[in-house]
């Protein structure tokens, strides 16, 4: 996909500073700058995001997230990490090819990654009725 800024990363026509590669996925630097470290893991094969994306992708992608946090862990310096994606507009998905977000934690590094809900509007029983499968 020539519009897809991912798909461009994914087959060297635009430049990304890679982290780790395979053959079916690829690990690279987030230009965000909005904390240190902060890695997105992406299939090399489009889809959209979890909703589309097959289940041999899936697995390929999770093994490279393993991968690449394992070795935050073991050879960085970094005690944990937290993974975030973000899967259609209505979640918040800015790039609209699978990514998922590494960011490399520290004890005590005072990152808040984890959002500040609102509080639920409805009843736990009501809302498990409705997803239960
Ligand atoms: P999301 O909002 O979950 O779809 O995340 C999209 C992410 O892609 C953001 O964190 C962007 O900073 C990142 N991003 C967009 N373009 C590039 C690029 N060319 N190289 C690296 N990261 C990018
Ligand atoms: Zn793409």
């Known amino acids: 996909m020539d519009n897809c800024i991912f798909c461009r990363i994914a087959s060297g026509k635009v ?18 700058k909005d904390v240190d470290g902060h890695i997105l893991v992406i299939p090399k094969k489009h889809c959209k ?8 992708t899936l697995s390929a992608v999770m093994q490279t997230v393993k991968a690449v946090s394992n070795h935050l862990t073991e050879h960085c310096g970094y005690d944990g990490v937290n993974l975030l994606n973000a899967s259609d507009e209505s979640a918040g998905q800015s790039v609209s090819h699978f990514h998922i977000h590494i960011i490399p934690r520290k004890n005590d590094d005072g990152i808040d990654a984890w959002p500040r809900f609102e509080g639920a509007k409805e009843d736990i029983q009501t809302v498990f009725e409705k997803v239960k499968m």
């Open 49 to 56: 995001n979890i909703l589309d994306c097959d289940s041999e």
């Open 15 to 32: 430049q990304s500073l890679k982290v780790y590669e395979n053959e079916k996925t690829l690990a690279f630097m987030d230009i965000a």
